[in-house]
């Protein structure tokens, strides 16, 4: 079953091509690996996807449902869910406060029925905390979790990330760049973290600079250059594809025709 | 604060009129009710990161209308409490709403811009709010036939107004809507992107920030009796902020406190008329410059110096 369906989304910053035509189709229950050089358009192509930025042309349907035009918060709650790929984390919160405020969407209650004690607002406060531990728990984080969200160290704050985009209940998870700054046993825990959330049910789509880490995880890889897609298929031939080794590896004076 | 001491704390504020001369009691009035539109700000300043300098003026729409209710309409003032609140809060969101959206620098601009039409509106309506005459004979609030006109009587009208103020406030920080608005304050985008509805919380905390200081007005208009157009300018708007900011980030008691210190300390500095604001103004840069995160850090034993954020500032693409 399609998750998510983008047709011809393109996107121009002041007549510079960001996206260009790119179809994105991802079935229910896929882990795909997006990779692609700096520049490549894979971090706007999550923006685009998150509602963060709108396209100019092209359309996007997830579950079937049009999202395109749509806010950043409404798009969360129909499931697409993202994480930054510099850390966003509420700094001046707690570990748990972080995760409890995403765990809170689509709880019963009010912050009136909070400030009075109605049972609809604390039964929608108590299941989010209970939610909110869950996923702490899930990420290792359960002991960390009343210190301030800025005094973690930098792997921490990236699994807290990941945490608080669980929190949500995704359907789809955008994960962009989260090996970013890792040390290779940090990553490889990621990679265990990111395995553990797909087999628990939930679709990915990462975007990733490590092409190991990338085709250590995902069967499918979609490759993008100049805000094209070049590549699109199991990992093995994308990887071997040769404009996407140009991409890669190619001089400055192959850039035109890995464009073309 | 150990429980017995804060256990005392209420016990200790009733029993305050039987010991106090009038005129401490008088600037404790002044500190309660001022305590209101300090907290009020604090929704607006401590939790969503937006600084107002309107303040002032939405004091001043709540001290209008029940001094305008009472006098012109002849209502009792118990019954121009309420009135009072939502015309300020109608007030606050009808100018304010479409600006508190805006960050930084550019709210503070538009606050001073809401606080401009107010004082200005309050001055020239002239049929209305009786312009520069002010309007006076403003009656005592007279609950069940007893008059509180005078400023012992009136200290406990205040001081339930503040505790009631304090605890709903304390409340409201501790509900969700608490965890919105430092989420927001935190990293905008970020709140954005765990779905929290970011502009109803930030209208809703300037509304909040309104129905305090309307509160509290209508408190100013009942003690004082008289309101005119020149109480609720620039300067309450700039006192009430520093109030707030001084005060502790984030921390109600905070807030109580500079107003307290800073209220007794515009009070008792009186004598040096204009020459006050001098000092006070020092008093201000060395709080600032010395407890930038609030005057009550003085007190904690463990002063926790910030380590730097990580990957705070950097952009979306």
Not at chain 1, 34 to 45: C, V
Not at chain 2, 158 to 179: N, Q
Request: aromatic share 8%; with cysteine; net charge positive.
């Amino acid at each position: 079953m399609k998750l998510l369906q983008a047709s011809r989304v393109s996107l121009s910053f002041k007549g510079v091509r960001a996206l260009d035509k790119v179809d994105l189709s991802i079935d229910q229950g896929e882990l795909v690996g997006i990779i692609g050089p700096n520049g490549s358009g894979k971090s706007t192509l999550f923006n685009v996807l998150s509602g963060i930025y709108r396209c100019d042309v092209g359309t996007i349907e997830l579950a079937a449902a049009r999202i395109d035009g749509l806010a950043p918060s409404q798009i969360v709650e129909r499931g697409l869910v993202r994480t930054f790929q510099n850390k966003r984390l509420f700094g001046s919160m707690s570990v748990l406060e972080n995760v409890l405020v995403a765990a809170l969407k689509a709880k019963s209650g009010s912050p009136l029925g909070d400030v009075f004690g109605f049972s609809g607002s604390r039964r929608g406060m108590a299941e989010a905390l209970e939610l909110a531990q869950h996923c702490l728990g899930r990420v290792n984080l359960s002991a960390l979790a009343s210190v301030q969200a800025r005094e973690l160290p930098y792997g921490a704050q990236n699994r807290l990330e990941i945490a608080r985009a669980l929190a949500l209940e995704p359907r789809l998870l955008l994960l962009d760049e989260p090996a970013a700054g890792l040390n290779p046993a940090e990553r490889e825990e990621l990679r265990g973290l990111i395995e553990k959330v797909h087999a628990g049910g939930v679709t990915i789509a990462l975007v990733e600079h490590d092409v190991r880490m990338v085709t250590g995880l995902c069967r499918r890889v979609i490759a993008l250059d100049h805000g094209v897609k070049i590549a699109d298929g199991p990992s093995e031939d994308v990887i071997r594809n040769p404009q996407v080794l140009e991409a890669y590896f190619g001089g400055a004076t192959s850039e035109e025709t890995s464009h073309a | 604060m150990p429980i017995l001491a804060r256990a005392a704390v209420l016990p200790a504020l009733l029993l305050l009129p039987m010991l106090l001369p009038q005129y401490v009691l008088h600037v404790l009035v002044f500190i309660l009710i001022y305590t209101l539109p300090v907290i009020g700000l604090g929704f607006l300043t401590g939790f969503t990161g937006r600084v107002s300098l309107a303040q002032g003026a939405l004091f001043g729409v709540g001290a209008y209308t029940t001094a305008l209710l009472t006098t012109r309409l002849g209502w009792s003032p118990v019954a121009a409490l309420l009135p009072a609140v939502l015309v300020t809060v109608a007030v606050a969101i009808a100018i304010g709403g479409a600006v508190v959206r805006l960050a930084g620098l550019y709210f503070v601009m538009a606050t001073i811009g809401i606080q401009q039409i107010v004082g200005i509106t309050l001055m020239n309506w002239i049929d209305l709010t009786a312009g520069p005459q002010g309007v006076r004979s403003i009656p005592p609030v007279a609950l069940a036939g007893w008059e509180l006109d005078s400023t012992r009587n009136f200290y406990f009208l205040a001081l339930l107004f503040a505790v009631i103020s304090y605890v709903l406030a304390k409340r409201i920080i501790a509900s969700r809507l608490g965890l919105y608005l430092r989420a927001l304050s935190d990293d905008q985008l970020a709140a954005d992107a765990v779905a929290v509805k970011v502009t109803r919380a930030k209208v809703t905390a300037l509304a909040l920030s309104a129905a305090w200081a309307g509160a509290g007005g209508f408190l100013y208009a009942h003690y004082v009796r008289y309101v005119h157009p020149d109480m609720f300018g620039l300067e309450p708007s700039v006192l009430f902020l520093v109030m707030s900011m001084f005060g502790g980030y984030r921390s109600l008691e905070g807030m109580i406190f500079a107003t307290a210190v800073l209220e007794s300390a515009t009070e008792y500095l009186r004598p040096f008329g204009e020459y006050r604001m001098i000092a006070y103004g020092v008093i201000l840069l060395a709080g600032m410059m010395f407890f930038p995160k609030g005057i009550l850090t003085l007190f904690e034993r463990k002063a926790r110096a910030p380590r730097k954020a990580v990957g705070a500032a950097e952009g979306v693409a």
